[in-house]
């Protein structure tokens, strides 16, 4: 069997280093990026100058300022992000067409026997591969190297701490990652990784060295799938052809709570767009929509309608979306978040009913806004009320 080359490129403190690449003052800074903005929001990217001084991943603002006074909070800004996540990937298929983004600061890249076009050897590849972002896109990352995707995962968690680069040779995996905790293996839950330790199981070595028989009766054809790619045998090869979602959900949580029916109305409207906008690319149609509302106490309130007919269009989604918020909405409760789930998605032709005639609605006025936008910048063209 052809053995497979497979890096996994992982940006560093995606967040952060992207607010770093647009104000260089702060390169070296206990930088925090929150969800939202003002004493309500999150932390969910952290500098390691922040880690060091104690700033834990999903802890709220009013928090950090008392406790880390020199921590330097930014409330997240999503589309900038995926801007320069666009242009960081467009980078990596420079090297290769076969990249398979999994994530917005993660891909993976084969390699598979680009050393001979390179005339170099797979490690001076991926230094070039990392180097190459750094000088144009100024964003750092890591890089983990072996021979599946799994081995890859674990090789980009240890290059964050050697450099950024790390290598799992074919001829040394168990040596490399043998006395890992099995539950480091990306993929392995807490139900498997439970049956796991039952079992004996604690180490990828202790895993690996199970029967095949064993492992298909516990865990089916996955954990022989897994036991493979551990062993350096690829079963899930780079995709570059991205499956459609089946589902697409935009929430954010509120610089500030609120109590405010058209404060969260208008919140709304901004995830509607982005739910829709994303749909669109996919030349995809919704046919049912989810409003959620997140309290104060971090309670969960949802509820769902079909759509007559299937539409990616801004305007249909909301007017359903509207009238599920206002049936959901409870003056006496405190939010702080709301978002869009568009459901029951379906590309290219529509599965016509026996009994009725189904018209997907293909929005032409809102495939002209995204142009639009994407020439001139988001929020160009504002809906009229």
Same mark, same amino acid.
Request: proline share 4%; charged share 25%.
């Given at each position: 069997?052809?053995?497979?080359?497979? @890096?996994?490129?992982?940006?560093?403190?995606?967040?952060?280093?992207?607010?770093?690449?647009?104000?260089?003052?702060?390169?070296?800074?206990?930088?925090?990026?929150?969800?939202?903005?003002?004493?309500?929001?999150?932390?969910?990217?952290?500098?390691?100058?922040? !880690?060091?001084? =104690?700033?834990?991943?999903?802890?709220?603002?009013?928090?950090?300022?008392?406790?880390?006074?020199? @921590?330097?909070?930014?409330?997240?800004?999503?589309?900038?992000?995926?801007?320069?996540?666009?242009?960081?990937?467009?980078?990596?298929?420079?090297?290769?067409?076969?990249?398979?983004?999994?994530?917005?600061?993660?891909?993976?890249?084969?390699?598979? #026997?680009?050393? !001979? *076009?390179?005339?170099?050897?797979?490690?001076?590849?991926?230094? !070039?591969?990392?180097?190459?972002?750094?000088?144009?896109?100024?964003?750092?990352?890591?890089?983990?190297?072996?021979?599946?995707?799994?081995?890859?995962?674990?090789? #980009?968690?240890? @290059?964050?701490?050697?450099?950024?680069?790390?290598?799992?040779?074919?001829? !040394?995996?168990?040596?490399?990652?043998?006395?890992?905790?099995?539950?480091?293996?990306? =993929?392995?839950?807490?139900?498997?990784?439970?049956?796991?330790?039952?079992?004996?199981?604690?180490?990828?070595?202790?895993?690996?060295?199970?029967?095949?028989?064993?492992?298909?009766?516990?865990?089916?054809?996955?954990?022989?799938?897994?036991?493979?790619?551990?062993?350096?045998?690829?079963?899930?090869? *780079?995709?570059?052809?991205?499956?459609?979602?089946?589902?697409?959900?935009?929430?954010?949580?509120?610089?500030?709570?609120?109590?405010?029916?058209?404060?969260?109305?208008?919140?709304?409207?901004?995830?509607?767009?982005?739910?829709?906008?994303?749909?669109?690319?996919?030349?995809?149609?919704?046919?049912? %929509?989810?409003?959620?509302?997140?309290?104060?106490?971090?309670?969960?309130?949802?509820?769902? @309608?079909?759509?007559?007919?299937?539409?990616? =269009?801004?305007?249909?989604?909301?007017?359903?979306?509207?009238?599920?918020?206002?049936?959901?909405?409870?003056?006496?409760?405190?939010?702080?978040?709301?978002?869009?789930?568009?459901?029951?998605?379906?590309? =290219?032709?529509?599965?016509? #009913?026996?009994?009725?005639?189904?018209?997907?609605?293909?929005?032409?006025?809102?495939?002209? %806004?995204?142009?639009?936008?994407?020439?001139?910048?988001?929020?160009?063209?504002?809906?009229?009320?």
């Amino acid at each position: 069997m052809r053995q497979h080359i497979i @890096a996994l490129v992982d940006c560093d403190c995606f967040y952060v280093s992207c607010e770093r690449k647009d104000n260089p003052d702060l390169q070296g800074k206990p930088v925090c990026v929150m969800t939202g903005g003002g004493s309500k929001g999150i932390i969910v990217s952290r500098a390691k100058e922040a !880690k060091a001084l =104690g700033v834990k991943m999903g802890q709220p603002y009013f928090q950090v300022k008392p406790q880390y006074p020199n @921590a330097i909070c930014i409330a997240a800004r999503m589309h900038r992000y995926s801007e320069i996540s666009k242009e960081v990937m467009d980078c990596i298929r420079t090297f290769s067409p076969d990249v398979e983004v999994t994530s917005v600061d993660e891909a993976y890249i084969d390699l598979t #026997s680009l050393d !001979k *076009v390179y005339k170099s050897t797979y490690t001076d590849i991926i230094k !070039k591969i990392r180097q190459t972002i750094w000088d144009k896109v100024g964003i750092p990352v890591s890089i983990g190297l072996s021979c599946s995707k799994t081995l890859a995962k674990l090789a #980009s968690d240890k @290059a964050k701490s050697n450099n950024g680069i790390f290598v799992i040779r074919p001829d !040394k995996i168990l040596d490399v990652v043998g006395e890992m905790p099995i539950e480091d293996v990306c =993929g392995i839950g807490r139900k498997n990784s439970e049956h796991m330790k039952y079992n004996g199981i604690f180490t990828i070595k202790d895993f690996v060295e199970k029967d095949n028989g064993w492992i298909r009766k516990a865990f089916g054809i996955n954990g022989l799938n897994l036991k493979s790619e551990l062993t350096g045998t690829a079963t899930s090869l *780079v995709n570059s052809e991205p499956s459609a979602p089946q589902s697409i959900q935009d929430t954010r949580s509120f610089e500030d709570f609120t109590q405010n029916l058209d404060y969260l109305e208008h919140e709304l409207n901004g995830h509607i767009h982005n739910a829709c906008q994303k749909l669109r690319r996919w030349n995809g149609f919704c046919g049912c %929509v989810e409003v959620i509302l997140k309290t104060k106490d971090f309670k969960y309130y949802a509820t769902e @309608a079909k759509l007559e007919n299937p539409t990616n =269009g801004d305007q249909e989604v909301r007017m359903t979306a509207v009238r599920l918020l206002k049936s959901l909405y409870r003056p006496n409760l405190i939010y702080r978040a709301t978002g869009i789930n568009l459901k029951d998605l379906s590309y =290219g032709e529509i599965q016509q #009913s026996l009994f009725e005639e189904i018209k997907p609605h293909d929005d032409k006025l809102s495939h002209l %806004v995204d142009e639009l936008e994407a020439k001139y910048g988001r929020g160009i063209i504002k809906a009229g009320m």
